[in-house]
């Protein structure tokens, strides 16, 4: 895999209340690479309406994700397969207090391909909100037939 990746981060959440699912995806370019058998990827996120960029750093293993994230928003999220994690999520409206009860992770690891992907049920405040489902899609830069110009 190349340092410069192209990443794609697609997530589902099926409310209880509603027989639809909420789908939102994004598609950037990252900075990609791998220490100790864990893998990294660091890339800016910008939000409409704000000059703020936020700085996210996804790192991942076997049966773990976390996804840390500084600027305009600022969480430290910990997705561990069966097993429960807390977290403060902090926005520029206020502080909510999250729960990530993950179910499974999936990793497949290609060449020039990473597919990471995390079943998982959000509570927010202490309260269930949906189970989730987010797919992150990695592949070197220079093998993408996509471009984002």
């Known amino acids: 895999m190349t340092k410069e990746v ?3 981060l697609s997530g589902l959440q099926f409310d209880q209340q509603t027989e639809d699912a909420g789908k939102i995806e994004t598609v950037t370019v990252g900075d990609y690479y791998k220490r100790n058998d864990r893998h990294y990827v660091i890339y800016e996120e910008v939000t ?3 000059a703020q960029a936020t700085k996210n750093r996804l790192k991942f293993s076997e049966h773990m994700l976390e996804l ?4 305009l928003v600022n969480v ?3 997705f561990q397969e ?5 977290t403060s999520y902090n926005t520029p409206f206020g502080q909510i207090l999250i729960g990530i009860d993950t179910k499974k ?3 497949v690891e290609e060449e020039d ?3 990471v992907e995390v079943d998982y049920a959000l509570d927010i405040n202490y309260g269930y909100v949906a189970d989730c489902h987010i797919k992150i899609a990695i592949c070197s830069k220079e093998n993408s037939s996509f471009s984002l110009s």
């Open 82 to 86: 069966n097993k429960k994690n807390l």
């Open 105 to 107: 992770i999936q990793i």
């Open 6 to 8: 192209l990443l794609t």
């Open 48 to 50: 409409e309406g704000f």
């Open 113 to 115: 391909n990473i597919c």
């Open 68 to 71: 840390t994230r500084n600027g």
């Open 76 to 78: 430290h999220m910990v």
